[in-house]
Nanobody, 112 residues
């Protein structure tokens, strides 16, 4: 059974950076990409970024392009989301996702 555990969230000032991590336990198939989603208060959960098995293909929602970078380390069973130039509208709970499996989420708050 696959489990995903996020970490690295916190409070950061506008313009700051955070790096989220997703630890993967269990055996995952390379058929599915690893994704990051986020959910702000009162809003639906939305796609942020995704990366394929080899790391050769990444996708981002328009609002984070040029600011966020998704990466993975298959040897360590980890996926990362580097977030730079954070803005208040990035405040949300960030979730790691693989297929139908979700982590518990990590809170990111961008505020002065």
């Amino acid at each position: 059974q696959v489990q995903l555990v996020e970490s690295g969230g916190g409070l950061v000032q506008p313009g700051g950076s955070l790096k989220l991590s997703c630890a993967i336990s269990g055996s995952i198939s390379p058929l599915f990409a690893m994704n990051w989603f986020r959910q702000a208060p009162g809003k639906e959960r939305g796609f942020v970024a995704g990366i394929n098995w080899s790391g050769s293909n990444t996708h981002y929602t328009d609002s984070v392009k040029g600011r966020f970078t998704v990466s993975r380390d298959n040897a360590k069973n980890m996926v990362f989301l580097q977030m730079n130039n954070l803005a208040p509208e990035d405040t949300a709970i960030y979730y790691c996702n693989w297929g139908s499996t979700w982590g518990q989420g990590t809170q990111v708050t961008v505020s002065s």
